[in-house]
C-alpha cells in the first residue's frame, strides 16, 4: 500500500470509530444470524440481477454478481484497499521528492509533518471517515476493477451484517424484502457499470483527471479552510443556510477546474443514484410489498442526522449527496414523459449522452440536446 498513508492505523482508527456507534447496542447478539443472512443473500443477490436485467435492459458483461455479507471491519478493509488503489497515484505524486510539491511552499509549511508523522495523520482522518461510514452503509458495489489486481478480490456486491440486521431489529422490516430491496439497489448499480461498456473506463477517467489536476497550494488550502470556519460561526443563528461547506470539503477546497470535472461527476452520480433508487421501486414492486415504508425510514434516517453527525455530513458532501437521489428521479421521471424509456435509454449510449449537472435540475435540457442529436 502507498507509504504516503499509514493504513494500518487508518485500519485501528476505523475500528475505534465504528465500535463507538449506538446504532446496533441494546439488542441481544445478532452474529449467530449472520451464516444465515450470507446464504439468503447470496440467492437473493441472483434474483436481484435478474429483476434488474429485465427492468433496466442492461445485462452484465462480466458474469454473474457475487455477494459477500461482511462486518463493519470487513467493509472498512474492503474500502481501504479501494481508497489504496484509487490514490496510489496521487499518494506517489505527493511523496515523491524531486516534485515541485516537495520543495516549495508545500515542503516548508508540511516540514513539522516530516518523518513518520504526516502518513499518521492522513492514516488518522481516513480512519475516522471510513469508520462513520461503516455505521451508515447497508450495501455498496465495489466499482473499482483495477487491471493488474486480483480479479478475486474485486467486483464484489457488499451487504454490511450489523447495519442490515440492526434496520431490521429497530424498524421492524420484514428481512426476506428488505434484503431483496437493498440487493436491487445495488445490483442496479452493478448493471451499469458492468452491463454499460464504456461507463467504468469513462467514470474512472473523471477520477483520474481529478488526481492529475491536483498541486496543493496549502496557503490557499489554510485560508479556504479558515474562512469556511469563520463562515460556519457567522451562520450558526441559520445552520440550514447555504455556504463554503455544502458539496463538502473536496468542493471546498477545488481549483475552477477541478469544480468543472466534480460537476461531471456530480452529474454522473446524481443520474446513477436516481436510476438505482428508480429501479428498485420497479423491479421489486410486486415482490416488495412493505418498499414504500423502508424508503420512507431510510429516506427519513438520512435527513435527521444532527449535530456532529449532520457536520461531518456537510463536510464528507453526504448533504448533496442525498439531494443527487432526488434529482437523478426527478430527470428520469421528466424524460421518460416527455420520451418514455427509449428516450431515457440513450443516456446509456455514449458518455457525450449523459446528462450535465445543469440538464439534470432542467431535464429540457437534456431533452432537446438529445432530441437534436438523433435528429441529424
Known amino acids: ?50 429483476l434488474v436485467a429485465a427492468e433496466t435492459r442492461l445485462v452484465s458483461l462480466e458474469g454473474p454478481a457475487r455477494s459477500k455479507v461482511t462486518d463493519r471491519r470487513g467493509w472498512v478493509d474492503a474500502n481501504l484497499s479501494s481508497f489504496d488503489r484509487l490514490l496510489r497515484p496521487l499518494l506517489d505524486k505527493l511523496s515523491d521528492d524531486d516534485s ?20 499518521r495523520l492522513a492514516g488518522i482522518e481516513m480512519g475516522a471517515l471510513l469508520g462513520w461510514m461503516s455505521t451508515r452503509v447497508i450495501g455498496q458495489y465495489d466499482l473499482l476493477i483495477i487491471e493488474d489486481e486480483r480479479p478475486e478480490d474485486q467486483d464484489w456486491v457488499y451487504y454490511v ?13 420484514e428481512p426476506s424484502q428488505f434484503r431483496l430491496w437493498i440487493a436491487i439497489h445495488e445490483c442496479t448499480h452493478r448493471a451499469q457499470f458492468t452491463g454499460v461498456p464504456w461507463l467504468r473506463p469513462y467514470f474512472l477517467s473523471l477520477v483520474d483527471g481529478l488526481i492529475d489536476s491536483v498541486d496543493p497550494d496549502p496557503e490557499r488550502v489554510f485560508a479556504t479552510i479558515r474562512a469556511a470556519v469563520d463562515e460556519r460561526r457567522a ?21 475552477p477546474e477541478q469544480k468543472m470535472v466534480l460537476d461531471q461527476v456530480t452529474g454522473l452520480m446524481s443520474l446513477l443514484e436516481g436510476h438505482g433508487d428508480v429501479t428498485m421501486d420497479r423491479a421489486g414492486r410486486d415482490l416488495i410489498p412493505s418498499q414504500p415504508r423502508f424508503a420512507r425510514v431510510l429516506s427519513e434516517r438520512r ?30 421521471a421528466a424524460v421518460e414523459g416527455a420520451g418514455g424509456r427509449e428516450l431515457f435509454d440513450q443516456v446509456w449510449k455514449r458518455a457525450e449522452n449523459l446528462p450535465t449537472i445543469d440538464e439534470i435540475r432542467n431535464p429540457e435540457l437534456w431533452i432537446g440536446r438529445v432530441n437534436a442529436s438523433t435528429s441529424v
Open 1 to 50: 500500500m502507498s507509504a504516503s498513508v499509514d493504513w494500518d492505523l487508518a485500519r485501528v482508527v476505523a475500528g475505534k470509530v465504528s465500535s463507538r456507534s449506538t446504532f446496533d447496542r441494546g439488542g441481544t447478539d445478532s452474529s449467530y444470524l449472520v451464516p444465515g443472512l450470507d446464504r439468503e443473500l447470496q440467492t437473493l443477490t441472483a434474483q436481484a440481477e435478474e
Open 303 to 332: 435527513a435527521n442526522a444532527s449535530g456532529p453527525a449532520r457536520l461531518f455530513q456537510k463536510l464528507l458532501g453526504f448533504e448533496a449527496k442525498l439531494a443527487q437521489y432526488a434529482e437523478g428521479e426527478a430527470f428520469i
Open 235 to 255: 451562520r450558526r443563528a441559520d445552520p440550514d443556510a447555504e455556504g463554503a461547506l455544502d458539496g463538502g470539503i473536496a468542493r471546498l477546497l477545488a481549483s
Open 100 to 119: 515541485e510539491v516537495g520543495t516549495g511552499r508545500f515542503a516548508r509549511l508540511t516540514e513539522p509533518l516530516a518523518g513518520s508523522i504526516g502518513p
Open 161 to 173: 451484517a450489523p447495519n442490515v440486521l440492526g434496520l431490521e431489529r429497530r424498524y421492524g422490516f
